[in-house]
């Protein structure tokens, strides 16, 4: 996995990790395969996903544009957060690939452009 997210950052892919575990273990694990680099800000490259719901309503778009066009580590995403963020990216102009293994991640497998189920 860390040569393969390499390879995509060197062919200009953007990769993403919207996960549900913990903000410290998914740092952890997105340095082990290279979605953080050694000199990247964990505080602007990686976000608790409570921080696109504050007070319990999503960011307008704008704001949420802002935030996921430099944030490359989501932590304890809900089914809902994933779906806001593939969005968000679309509104930007990605094109978006989402992988997932569960029932939890079927709406943002819909709405990317590319939806992988696994398990």
């Known amino acids: 996995v860390p ?7 060197g062919a200009g892919i953007r ?7 913990y903000l410290k273990t998914a740092i952890a694990i ?3 395969v290279n979605i953080l680099q ?3 800000d964990e ?3 990686a976000i608790d996903c409570a ?9 307008g778009h704008t704001d ?10 989501f932590a304890r995403a809900k089914p809902e957060d994933k779906l806001e ?7 930007q102009g990605a094109v978006t690939a989402m992988t997932g293994d569960g029932v939890n991640d079927a709406p943002a497998l819909n709405q990317a452009n590319i939806g992988v189920a696994m398990g």
């Open 51 to 59: 921080r696109l719901r504050p007070g319990g309503a999503y960011l």
């Open 15 to 21: 990769v993403v990790m919207i996960t549900g575990d």
């Open 85 to 91: 963020i593939v969005k968000s990216l679309q509104r």
């Open 38 to 40: 050694q000199d990247d």
């Open 64 to 73: 949420m544009d802002v935030l996921t066009s430099s944030v490359r580590v």
């Open 3 to 9: 040569e393969s997210v390499l390879s995509a950052r």
């Open 30 to 32: 997105a340095h082990n």
């Open 43 to 45: 505080a602007l490259a």
